[in-house]
């Protein structure tokens, strides 16, 4: 049913509003909210695998979040607001691929693998390659994401820092750092970019003990609340915010 | 008069409802046989239509009926309701405002609507209204009213070629106003724009026409502020039906703000509609046609000019503003950047010369008409920035700027009331104890002292005032029909007191949100002496309520609450003649107190219940005397009403970012006597939060195209709660001293006062830092704040 | 399609157009008209009720969605009599009568349901707690500060077997293996 | 929506000039669009599938060319309707030679939208824009690297 025309709907908080709008209308609908196999937090082995139709709401609410992944906790926490969040899915999230969503960030510094399931078998896609392009993935149009599973990254510092437009609440800059116990950094930015993208460049900097500039090279978004020069300078304010969170 | 519920902070009466979910909005009612209604609108801010084919839209299963420009060109537009004429004399240019854009015309806004599809469900209605295909020549557009003036800007109407509506100016002599600046030690200049809002009231418009058939009789449920005006205006100018055969009904309404004043094309729409088909049509906008045809509010730019001599005095003021009408003359539009604005530019200031002059213009975009404060928002807007530039530039303290030129105290009885250079007649005033209790709630010594300290950190910290002048309870109808209003701006209200005492009290004021309610039954409960269970209002139904003019420019109790005085009065003079004969005593001997008439000096009494009775079965009863207890008035004022009150921002802002912080708001009102201190403060809250909205976050982008680009509460940013403090309110008390109850009106203080406070507090906080900028562009984006840091 | 579902307490069943949203089935088949509809971007709350036991904007939820859910509305709030009149007011519609938490009405509904949604997490919230909490609900009326002292009212009015009544939140089935 | 950009092909200026002017690697390359029929000279009926995130519809439209230079370059003027608004878009597209085997394609132009594009699509108009010119960029390098009798 995917592949031809059908859009799969988790919760529904990304796509309907787009077909109340009559900015898109699928002949078919697949709710796969309610798919067991699409629940649940767990731990396993050195991973944490959060279920594709698990709500931020629910994310931002676990134990096991909190412990191992406190900047998915937080994160999840600043997104939308508290109905969207009691709705809206991990996985109906990262497949709608907004360029100002929260989320890609955060898996793409936490080095998260996507995990998804086509007719012809599993398939797993790392974060950072996930997002081709402005509402672009390399989920194919009858596959489905089933899980995100996350390195428990056992010691590191991690951060997520929002400056949100404050009508729609959309990220201008989210920006997410994760320190592992040894020093290393991986910088991700959301909201930036017509896709989120891993900052490698300012990894390097960093790593040499350079000060770093953010975005550098990206293309970078422009629209009322904030022109391409304003959040390019965001981008580095935010940046450098993350940093003193995991200093 | 007894004074039990008068001042007290009564629970609302009609909270029960709304609590409950049962409130009853116009899109709530369904009648039997309703159809639904979806226009097809004008994607273009100014195209021709060449074509319209409905062959398909027609053909879909449940489209009962399809009405283009051409099935309705016997209907007259909407009218304007107030002629403002040019400088020289010419008449005010007033374009027609076709229900429909026929073939062959241009529809001159987005979403200047082609036709009206009706269908069996809204789903259908919607599908075919995307299945008429027009086509359209697009032709060049204008948004900004600066622009339009320019040669060779984009006509909004052949017949205009200069896109203006009309000109206008006020106050002194230019010469005069000229030479007082030339004498004057220090001028503050300040460009800028007061930006265009949208209102938002939380429930779209919704309209219902029924019409009955047998009884040849059409009914509008309508949001609405005024069912009668809009009855009025849509018999007498559009349809031309007469009155009596048409009732109309504002239901509960969710919020009005201005927007819900005008009579709008879509009401007359499903009225006609609902008589072609013979059945009730029901349109409820949705949000995004709310964006593109609710009357808009402000929309001027503006170059003003304040003198000072060396100590500080104010010399004159010069004004020249352009503001911009839309493509269509609203309502109530030419009154607004007029006399509900030049006469308000003197503030509350000794200013000795003033000139304004206005230029209105009509641009490719909606129309612009009163929102929230209506005129005097931008007047306020523009004086209280330039007192705090003044007082930046002049290295004055602007607390003391404020003190040194305040119209002396004058209470309108033994003082007369304030001549002003730009023609009002203030009533009451009494202007620095609302500065000096807001300074004293600021803590202005220590806030300074904080402020040098965080000029040090990240986060800057400042502070802006603003002292206002309002006028509202509109109006005196002599005066205002002077000024062009083609109406009267009275109120009428009738008090019937049933046989047992009980009382409906009929006024045509229209609650929106205000606690009509509550408030009104206060009033009536505590001049009858009896319980507030035993008195009931009745608004909003032009077949119950005998007339009315009303919900807009707080005058609900300055009018409308006036009226029911007057009504009351008339109650008590013919019960005192009842109790008279029931007492066997002269009139001049009693006195009503407490719900009973007295025989002065005696226990002989008679309670307002049995004088109810007697007047209903008038056994034993004054010759001559007609049966009933049953009385209408109606109240003209014999001038506004002018509140005051001290509005004062504290901000912080994020050196980085740009972004701001509103950390304290603080508002000391004075709007006279208060029957509800809770509603009041209520009310001050709700203009507050607009007026912060427009200074933070609200405004229009219109792209090169006059397309509106932020057209969805995705992009139109309001405040939430978290933008917010709690706000720190007090008041003062200055009686009206012309009206019953010694009310001004609080509708509109908050929205009045608020937006130049927090603009100036940005300001401030920004001079602190070092950085010495006159203006920043409204809304102050984090982005706009970080340029003016940073340019 | 048919659902079936259980609003405010009653088993209720329809044959709807696919495309139904759940707040359009309120309205338009049950006439539970409390629920309102004040913008078409999922943006304003207006809409607000609850779906086993948490809120969620009904504009933004088929109503196919909904199939086999328990939804409460705001007519389902207050505690009822026997004959149907309503006996107690929840303490959040007490408190927004008590702290004047309302004008026109128009979002109420919507901020008693999300209200209602943060007192079943957080029994006595800050005002911060409170704003955040409201953040995709919009009022124009108020400038939200009596909204806020209505909802502090509630909490502080709210007796305890009441708030555990609506204590339904939906903690994800989480698993971890024992120390390894 | 502004759309504006440049980029270098390795090929010379006169088969770049040849692809440009061939209808059918017209409709390959020009982002969004499926199909063209001649209508008239320099006029196609232009058929369009968008697929954009939350954006998908058929638009069906224009597509003209003016202003014709040889080896130079053209105005390419796109007009499409949907029921959720229209587009129209001018961009002059030239064609500069670096060297006998490069030339460095350029477009400055103006994508205008109206209806219900206009009023909800300002959050991602940029990144759209940034798309549509990698989009076309990518396009011609396909075009060129599936032919290789294009390479001289």
Known sequence: MLADGGKALSGGHSLIPTMKLRLNAPDVLVDVGRLPELKGISVDGSELVIGAGVTHGAIAASDLVKKHLPMFATGASQIGDPSVRNRGTIGGSIAHADPSADWPAMIIAADATIVMQGPSGTRKVKAEQFFTGLFSTALHENELITQIRVPLHDGAKMTYQKFSQPASRYAIVGCAVVKSADGKLRVAFSGVSEAPFRDKKAEEQLSSGQPAEAAAGMSILSDHYASEEYRKHLANVYLNRALAAVA | ?791 | MQVNLTVNGKVRQADLEDRTLLVDFLRDNLRLTGTHVGCDTSSCGSCTVHVDGVAVKSCTLLAAQADGCTVTTIEGLAQFNANGTIGQLHPLQEGFKECHGLQCGFCTPGMIMTAADLLSRQRNPSEHDIREALEGNICRCTGYHNIVKAIQWAADHTPAPLLADHHVWTNEPTTEPAAV | MELTGSHTLDAPVSTIWTMLMDTDTLARVVPGVTRLEKTAENEYLAIAEIKLGPVSGAFTGTLSLSDIRENEGYTLHVKQNSKIGNADATVSIALKPLSDAQTEISFDGNARLSGLLARTGQRVISGVATTLTKQFFANVENELAADPTTHS
Not at chain 2, 312 to 339: C, D, E, H, Q, W
């Open chain 2, 1 to 791: 008069m007894s004074n039990k519920f008068i001042g007290q902070s009564i629970k609302r009466v009609e909270d029960k409802r709304f609590i409950t979910g049962k409130g009853r909005y116009t899109d709530d009612i369904v009648l039997p046989g309703m159809l639904h209604a979806h226009f097809v609108r004008s994607p273009y801010a100014h195209a021709r239509v060449v074509s319209i084919d409905m062959t398909e839209a027609k053909a879909m299963p449940g489209v009962i009926a399809i009405y283009t420009g051409d099935d309705v060109a016997d209907i007259n537009g909407v009218p304007c309701g107030w002629q403002v004429n040019f400088r020289n004399g010419e008449t005010m240019r007033e374009p027609k405002h076709p229900m429909l854009i026929p073939t062959g015309s241009t529809a001159k806004h987005a979403g200047d609507a082609v036709a009206i599809v009706i269908a069996e469900t809204k789903a259908i209605a919607t599908d075919a209204a995307e299945s008429v295909m027009v086509e359209w020549d697009e032709l060049p557009a204008v948004a900004n009213p600066a622009e339009a003036l320019k040669p060779g800007a984009p006509k909004v109407h052949e017949q205009f070629p200069d896109n203006t509506a009309f000109d206008w100016s006020l106050g002194n002599p230019i010469e005069e106003v000229d030479a007082a600046m030339a004498a004057a030690a220090h001028v503050t200049t300040l460009e800028f724009v007061n930006q265009r809002v949208v209102p938002n009231a939380m429930e779209p418009r919704a309209y219902i026409g029924a019409y009955d058939e047998m009884a040849d009789k059409y009914t509008l449920y309508t949001s609405t502020q005024n069912p009668h005006l809009i009855r009025l205006l849509m018999c007498a100018f559009v349809l031309g039906i007469p009155e009596h055969k048409v009732r109309v009904v504002g239901p509960d309404v969710g919020g009005g703000f201005g927007s819900k004043i005008y009579h709008y094309t879509e009401e007359a729409l499903v009225t006609w509609a609902s008589k072609q088909i013979g059945q009730p049509v029901k349109w409820t906008s949705d949000r995004s046609e709310a964006f593109l045809l609710d009357a808009h509010g402000r929309d001027h730019v503006t170059k003003a000019e304040m003198g000072f001599d060396a100590d500080g005095n104010v010399m004159g003021l010069r004004i020249k503003t352009v503001a911009n009408m839309g493509a269509y003359l609203s309502t109530f539009a030419p009154a607004v950047p007029t006399y509900l604005h030049g006469t308000l530019l003197q503030g509350l200031y000794v200013t000795p010369k003033i000139n304004i002059d206005m230029t209105c213009v009509f641009t490719h975009t909606v129309a612009v008409d009163a929102y929230r404060g209506a005129g005097r928002p931008e007047a306020t807007y523009l004086l209280e920035r330039l007192m705090d530039l003044a007082a930046l530039e002049m290295g004055m303290d602007p607390a003391e700027l404020r003190f040194k030129n305040f119209i002396p105290k004058f209470d309108g009885v033994n003082e007369p009331g304030y001549q002003t250079q730009v023609a009002l007649q203030y009533d009451s005033g009494d202007y620095a104890p609302v500065l000096e209790r807001g300074l004293e709630m600021l803590g202005y010594n220590d806030f300074r002292a904080a402020q040098q300290e965080a000029a040090k950190t990240n986060k800057l910290l400042g502070v802006g005032f603003s002292t206002y002048v309002e006028a509202c309870g509109i109006a005196p109808s002599a005066v205002v029909g002077a000024l062009g209003a083609r109406a009267g701006l009275y109120e009428s209200a009738q008090v019937r007191v049933q046989p047992t005492g009980k009382v409906s009290v009929f006024t045509g004021s229209h609650s929106h949100g205000q606690g009509h309610e509550t408030t009104f039954v206060q009033v009536v409960a505590d001049k009858l002496g009896i319980p507030m269970e035993d008195v009931e209002l009745v608004h909003g139904d032009s077949d119950t309520v005998a007339f009315g003019m009303g919900t807009y420019g707080s005058r609900s109790l300055a009018v409308g609450g006036s009226a029911i005085m007057k009504s009351i009065d008339k109650v008590l003079e013919k019960g005192a003649k009842i109790a008279a004969h029931k007492l066997e005593c002269a009139e001049g001997d009693l006195t009503y107190d407490e719900g009973k008439w007295t025989v002065k000096g005696t226990d002989k009494s008679i309670g307002f219940g049995d004088v109810a009775l007697t007047a209903y079965v008038p056994h034993v009863y004054p010759a001559g005397l007609e049966p009933g207890l049953d009385f209408s008035s109606f109240y003209d004022p014999a001038n506004f009403t002018y509140p005051f009150g001290c509005h004062i921002a504290v901000v912080e802002v994020d050196k980085e970012t740009g972004k701001t912080t509103l950390k304290r708001m603080i508002a000391v009102d004075d709007v006279g006597n208060v029957i509800n201190p809770m509603i009041v403060d209520g009310q001050i809250h709700g203009g507050l939060a607009q007026g912060i909205g427009q200074a933070m976050f609200e405004g229009t982008i219109y792209d090169e195209n006059a397309q509106l680009t932020n057209g969805t509460y995705m992009d139109y940013c309001m405040p939430r709660a978290d933008d917010l403090p709690l706000f720190e309110t007090d008041r003062r008390t200055t009686p009206c001293p012309h009206n019953p109850l010694g009310v001004k009106g609080a509708g509109e203080a908050g929205a009045i006062g608020s937006t130049p406070a927090v603009v100036n507090a940005v300001i401030d906080a920004l001079w602190s830092g070092g950085h010495q900028v006159k203006d920043i562009l409204m809304p102050m984006t984090p982005e706009r704040v970080w340029r003016a840091m940073n340019n």
